[in-house]
């Protein structure tokens, strides 16, 4: 459960979106416009339902949206924070920044849309009844009921049994909300505010599950159960959905899941939970056409006709259909047009019609962050590649805020916009006070209740053009985005950052006093955007004393930035609290706020603005031994923790641990999953074993054994230790169980530091995870814990004597606890490490 605390108390601030409109797919090569007139031709709506990024089916999504072409959304309930990070050390909100943007990449080549509600990732959970009471049962439900009511679905699909067959107890939570909200979204009584805010209940015709399918060998569906087959192969797209879903699920890299394609038929089962039967097609029975809303005839009419004359060499000829098309969509009733399945359609329509015409639409701004008050540059450009009779009827600069939309500055025009002639336009502005920070929405960004569901907030600034054509005018909207040219990738670009005039970075998120002194504690201050002048103070808690009270700081230039000292000095006993930065530039001291960025290239660059504060722990630490050696495995944040303390860490790489002497390490630490991913451990581990044999210590944090082929990477070896034993699946979750000293004279419990139950408090997220089993005699279980209504185990914490000196495996959470400063946790682990040194 958690840095939980912390996380669901910003939650509590969010209430879920109206998932509105998202970009659909940008459309480019006339392959992909054929298909958007196809898509234009069908009206219907899929949504599916699940708890964290990676459940989704992305071969069901692709087939689809992108064969079936209905619009297709899938609801994350979660954004993945509780989870470990393959590409980098981030975990947590952090993390939970990095797996939507991978869902936002998988739609984007899938084809569906991306959804998610207020739920946090708190870790493993073993029931669903904890799941639901950690997400707040019924705020959560009014979320997926609003989603679907925003949305109006004609089949609700899940990835999950609502039963113990989901296996991780959000998995069954998410089937059961699912069914839940599908009878909720239809009855007036539930959640009758979203009625009076607009929305109207809506009844999905039928939900299932999708049975599960983990690799080749898995059985086909059950005889009886609906099928798809989601192998047909696109000729439009020179791929089969499978291709695409393989694509798809590898944008999930934060999780390692990168897939090979799957060619050829591939058939996916269906059962249903609720609604009406279907005995050949999910959507049985229901209309997929323009005839399901009234007056629609005509519209339906002229995109038939645009279908049938298109010519991908000269897609222009379709705009007279198409124009005539947008017409008569907005001449429909407005209860018509207000439907979000016919929105939907007339953001597709516009942007065929952009295609169509070779239309070209960007708006650049001149730096890539900014803070209210700067002013900015912002380019925009319009180019007709494609001969089309196009005139520029009017254009805007439009700022976004969570209460709408407003124009900043408008050019009318009317002049034709001569073919292959660039048409630039720059628009320079002050950025108003309100403009939105680019703290996302689902933390504690700005916009929560209009924006909490979306997977991020809107671009702050945008430009609108209306074009005209001889029949008709359609419009073009582009975010105002940063632009550059990286030397080795290209042309690249990065989302506009808005970040407040003055930010603060602290040198570390968690302060640790071992020992009674001062300590300095250092911080930058960094202008935000254009320079900035002011002071900068620390609130601390009680008992603790900062020095000085307040300095002040100038910045000249935008991005120029201060290192400051302070003098901060803990109370004489144990405490811990929180130290808060305040920054005043004129208008009193006020929380500042901390510069994160998340740059992996395989999403866009990201910038989180959490406030600036850090954890204060003052706690008694005795440390034996001094030099640690560390094989990193899948990526933790140990080293940086153990040299925070004072130890002195060395990486040791696969020819240090085959080549160098080892014996000058008090003790030889092993990372998380290791095993799975330094292959050279096979035949290494043999000097690690020497090493012991000869007095060191070697302590192996968690390893995974294999549990799904293809998912989690296997064991490079299955003896890991000097004697036998089996990495289990055995974990506990609840990090607050009280946990036994099964040994309670071992020196561990006693040297260097006093070990006692306290030390068991203040654990984050969880306890432990994949214990060991099965061990031989040599091994000492020495701690015993059990989640709630399970019986003990031992297998957390094995040390055993080999040689001269000792081993030790362990499942316990140290990669959460030891970088979040948990006192206890640290003291152990710091017994762990002079286990090598028992008389000192
Ligand atoms: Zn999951």
């Known amino acids: 459960m958690s840095g939980l605390r912390r996380r669901l108390r910003a939650a509590t601030l969010l209430l879920l979106a109206l998932p509105g409109l998202q970009a659909q797919l940008p459309v480019r090569d006339a392959a992909e416009l054929q298909k958007q007139l196809d898509r234009l031709q069908t009206v219907g709506s899929v949504l599916y339902v699940a708890a964290h990024p990676d459940d989704e089916n992305t071969a069901v999504l692709a087939t689809l949206a992108r064969g079936r072409h209905l619009r297709t959304a899938y609801l994350s309930l979660t954004r993945g924070g509780g989870g470990q990070d393959l590409i980098g050390p981030e975990l947590g909100d952090s993390l939970a920044a990095i797996r939507t943007q991978e869902l936002r990449a998988a739609r984007r080549i899938d084809g569906a849309e991306q959804f998610f509600s207020s739920a946090v990732d708190f870790g493993f959970s073993k029931t669903a009844e904890e799941s639901l009471r950690l997400w707040h049962h019924e705020r959560v439900l009014g979320e ?17 049994p609502p039963d113990a067959r989901a296996g991780h107890g959000h998995h069954t939570a ?3 909300l699912a069914i839940e909200a599908f009878t909720a979204a239809a009855d007036p009584a539930r959640f009758p ?5 607009g929305l109207r209940p809506w009844q999905a015709r039928r939900l299932l599950w999708n049975l599960f399918r983990f690799g080749d060998d898995a059985p086909r569906p059950p005889a009886g159960s609906l099928r798809l087959d989601v192998g047909a192969f696109d000729p439009l797209l020179g791929r089969s959905y ?11 890299r934060s999780q390692g899941f990168g897939v090979l394609a799957q060619r050829g038929p591939w058939e996916e089962g269906f059962e249903l939970l609720a609604g009406e039967p279907a ?24 995109l038939r006709e645009a279908r049938a004359a298109f010519r991908p060499d000269r897609p222009a000829a379709s705009l007279p259909r198409l124009t005539q098309a947008l017409q008569a969509l907005r001449a429909l009733a407005p209860a018509v047009q207000a439907e979000p399945l016919v929105q939907a359609k007339a953001a597709e329509l516009e942007e065929a019609l952009r295609v169509a015409a070779g239309l070209w639409v960007e708006a650049i701004a001149d730096r890539q962050r900014v803070a209210p008050g700067d002013r900015l540059t912002v380019s925009a450009q319009l180019l007709v590649r494609g001969g089309a009779p196009l005139a520029l009827d009017s254009l805007s600069l439009e700022a976004v805020t969570p209460q709408g939309s407003r124009v900043l500055e408008r050019r009318g025009e009317g002049r034709p916009l001569p073919a292959d002639a660039a048409r630039k336009e720059a628009f320079t502005f002050t950025l108003p006070p309100d403009t939105p920070l680019s703290q996302p929405p689902w933390l504690d960004g700005p916009g929560g209740e209009a924006w909490a569901g979306l997977p991020e907030a809107p671009a702050p600034f945008r430009v609108w053009a209306r074009l005209a054509l001889p029949e008709g005018a359609f419009e073009v909207t582009v975010p105002v985005q940063f632009r550059f040219r990286d030397p080795i990738l290209g042309e690249r670009t990065q989302p506009l950052a808005v970040v407040p005039p003055v930010l603060v970075n602290l040198a570390e998120a968690v302060q640790i006093f071992t020992a009674g002194g001062a300590r300095d504690l250092r911080l930058k201050v960094l202008a935000g955007g254009a320079g900035a002048a002011g002071r900068v103070r620390l609130q601390v808690p009680a008992g603790w004393a900062v020095q000085p009270a307040e300095q002040p700081f100038t910045l000249a230039r935008a991005g120029e930035e201060k290192e400051l000292t302070f003098r901060l000095s803990p109370p004489a006993g144990t405490a811990s609290g929180e130290l808060r930065a305040e920054v005043d530039t004129g208008a009193g001291f006020a929380p500042a706020r901390s510069l994160l960025k998340l740059d992996h290239p395989h999403i866009p660059l990201q910038t989180l603005l959490p406030l600036a504060q850090a954890r204060l722990e003052r706690f008694e630490l005795k440390r034996t031994g001094q030099r640690i050696g560390y094989v990193m495995g899948a990526g933790d944040e140990i080293p940086h923790a153990l040299r925070r303390l004072g130890y002195q860490v060395e990486l040791l790489t696969d020819e240090a641990l085959a080549q160098e002497s080892l014996q000058g390490y008090d003790a030889i630490v092993l990372g998380i999953r290791a095993f799975n991913t330094r292959p050279a451990l096979q035949t290494l581990k043999e000097r690690l074993h020497a090493y012991v044999a000869a007095g060191g210590t070697e302590v192996v944090l968690y390893t995974v054994n294999t549990g799904f082929p293809g998912i989690n990477a296997a064991m490079v070896t299955d003896t890991i230790g000097p004697y036998p034993f089996k990495v289990g699946r055995r974990r506990v979750t609840v990090e607050t169980v009280p946990v036994r000293f099964l040994q309670p004279a071992h020196p561990l419990f006693h040297r260097p530091n006093e070990l006692s139950a306290a030390d068991f408090d203040g654990w984050v997220q969880e306890r432990s995870l994949y214990h060991a089993e099965g061990w031989d005699a040599r091994y000492v279980p020495l701690l015993g814990m059990a989640d709630p209504g399970e019986a003990e185990d031992g297998g957390a914490l094995l040390v055993a004597e080999h040689g001269q000196g000792r081993y030790v495996y362990t499942g316990l959470a140290f990669f959460r606890q030891l970088p979040d400063g948990v006192p206890g946790a640290t003291r152990l682990f710091a017994n762990l490490l002079a286990l090598g040194h028992p008389h000192d």
């Open 242 to 252: 499978g291709e695409l879903a393989a694509e798809s699920r590898s944008q999930h």
């Open 144 to 160: 997926v009921v609003r989603t679907i009511r925003a949305f109006r679905p004609d089949v609700i699909l899940t990835r999950f």
């Open 174 to 176: 998410s089937a059961l």
């Open 193 to 197: 505010e979203q009625l009076r805010a």
């Open 279 to 302: 005995r050949t097609d999910l959507f049985e029975g229901i209309d997929l056409t323009w005839a399901r809303f009234p007056g629609t005839a005509d519209l339906a009419a002229r």
